[in-house]
């Protein structure tokens, strides 16, 4: 049974630079969440995914945006980035909007 | 952004030592969760509590929902070294539209001395 993967898990970009961070989901889960992790800092919702449409909003600048595909996995693009892009993204699935969520390895974003 | 009070912010123990820590909130909710996150990790669910008064274990983990909905504890007995990490509470409500993001508490680092 796989559980939630993402990719890249490292990944370094300059201020102004676009970056896209993958998610598959587990198995049988149909909705992803994005989450940004500050150092020393707990989980921050970015937004969330489900039947392909982006159903809830922190936030987070429209900098941040989102695409889930049929098979549910998911993107999260951020454009013009900033030095405090800087962060550990998570993504999260789980089944239907309000189930319990589990949590992928997360991708480290560096800014420079 | 949001984020519920957490606390103690880090502890120090010697193995074999219980750990206690919780959760408050100015929100209800309708579930709390407690994480673990290890250093180049995702956090990896614990426990999860569904109902006010709500007391469940998971090994020497135990974990009760406030009657209040408002508040959660995490106990940890009989700690081992392979305790250590961040633990993260995270609360839940239920919005009309029937979706929900997760409100993390900043968490607990627990370092466990042999």
């Known amino acids: 049974d796989a559980g939630v993967t993402q990719s890249p898990t490292h990944l370094i970009k300059t201020r102004g630079q676009q970056v896209t961070l993958r998610c598959s989901p587990k198995s049988g889960h149909d909705t992803v969440s994005w989450y940004q992790q500050a150092l020393g800092q707990g989980p921050q919702f970015i937004f969330q995914?489900?039947?392909?449409?982006?159903?809830q909003r922190g936030n987070f600048p429209d900098r941040f945006s989102g695409h889930q595909f049929p098979n549910y996995s998911s993107e999260l693009n951020v454009n013009a980035l900033l030095l405090g892009d800087s962060a550990l993204y998570l993504c999260?699935?789980?089944?239907?909007?309000?189930?319990?969520?589990?949590f992928g390895p997360g991708t480290r974003l560096t800014v420079l | 952004g949001q984020q519920l009070n957490q606390s103690p912010q880090s502890m120090f123990i010697q193995e074999g030592e219980d750990v206690s820590m919780n959760c408050t909130s100015s929100?209800?909710?309708?579930?709390w969760l407690w994480y673990k996150q290890e250093p180049g990790e995702g956090p990896v669910l614990l426990i999860a509590l569904y109902k006010a008064g709500e007391l469940t274990s998971n090994g020497r983990l135990t974990a009760q929902f406030g009657i209040t909905r408002k508040d959660s504890f995490l106990n940890i007995s009989a700690s081992i070294p392979s305790d250590v990490g961040i633990y993260f509470c995270?609360?839940?409500?239920?919005?009309?539209?029937?979706?929900?993001?997760?409100?993390f508490g900043k968490g607990t680092k627990l370092t466990v001395n042999p």
């Open positions: 929100s209800i909710f309708n579930t």
């Open positions: 995270a609360g839940q409500a239920v919005s009309q539209g029937g979706s929900e993001k997760l409100v």
């Open positions: 995914y489900y039947e392909e449409e982006e159903r």
């Open positions: 999260a699935s789980s089944l239907g909007r309000s189930d319990t969520q589990y």
